[in-house]
């Protein structure tokens, strides 16, 4: 089975533009959830969506939205970027909502200059 | 709010000498737990996990785990580290609350492991 897939791989955006960004989950899995990386803060939780609606939330602005699709693929996008997005945005995918184990993509890379 | 505690930020190592890395989580309810490891230049792949059974779980590569619930720890341990075990791995902690897949991760440890 083909892995969690991410597009882009890098992105560079400057303050205030918009970015979106996609993911393909395994296939099969009908949940998707969202992971900011940064050296700071580590790896945090931004969201998860199942059958197209979201389920979860962590602790992000609401310039952060997401939306998932009929055929489970993601998108997240952030708005009005700031330095501070700069950051590996990471999609995991899972089985359900059962609690179940995540499997991560390589992440998009986004540079906010 | 959950927390994930991972008291070695970096650790060297020779190979074959033995490794154990620490992780506390805080929640005191049901949990599933996960070690995952990040080779340079590759993405987050699972080590292992521990959903319920036999506290000590074994992984990938010949880590393996303990879950010692009265002490909320997660200890990854491996006998004997090669050179390809450089590479940063988290601890990750998952609420049983009924609501999904959301991981708390702890701050990483930077493994190199020297020749």
């Known amino acids: 089975k083909a892995g969690v897939t991410q597009t882009p791989r890098y992105l560079i955006k400057t303050r205030g533009q918009q970015v979106t960004l996609s993911c393909s989950p395994i296939s099969g899995h009908r949940s998707v959830s969202w992971y900011q990386q940064t050296p700071g803060q580590g790896l945090q939780f931004l969201f998860e969506?199942?059958?197209?609606?979201?389920?979860n939330k962590g602790n992000f602005p609401g310039r952060f939205s997401g939306r998932q699709f009929s055929n489970s693929r993601s998108e997240m996008n952030v708005s009005t970027l700031e330095l501070g997005d700069s950051a590996l945005y990471l999609c995991a995918s899972s089985l359900s909502l059962a609690e179940e184990t995540q499997y991560f993509g390589p992440g998009t890379r986004l540079l906010v200059l | 709010a959950q927390s994930v505690s991972q008291h070695n930020h970096h650790v060297i190592l020779s190979e074959a000498a033995s490794l154990e890395l620490g992780c506390n989580y805080s929640y005191g309810g049901t949990v599933n737990l996960f070690w995952y490891v990040q080779y340079p230049g590759q993405h987050l792949q699972l080590l292992l996990k521990?959903?319920?059974?036999?506290?000590l779980v074994k992984g990938i590569k010949g880590f393996e785990a303990e879950f010692i619930k009265s002490k909320f720890s997660f200890n990854l341990r491996k006998p004997s580290v090669q050179w390809s075990d450089t590479a940063e791995y988290f601890c990750?902690?998952?609420?049983?609350?009924?609501?999904?897949?959301?991981?708390?991760f702890g701050t990483g440890t930077q493994l190199k492991v020297e020749l």
């Open positions: 990750a902690v998952n609420e049983l609350t009924g609501g999904g897949n959301k991981l708390t």
């Open positions: 969506y199942f059958s197209e609606t979201q389920r």
């Open positions: 521990y959903f319920s059974g036999d506290p």
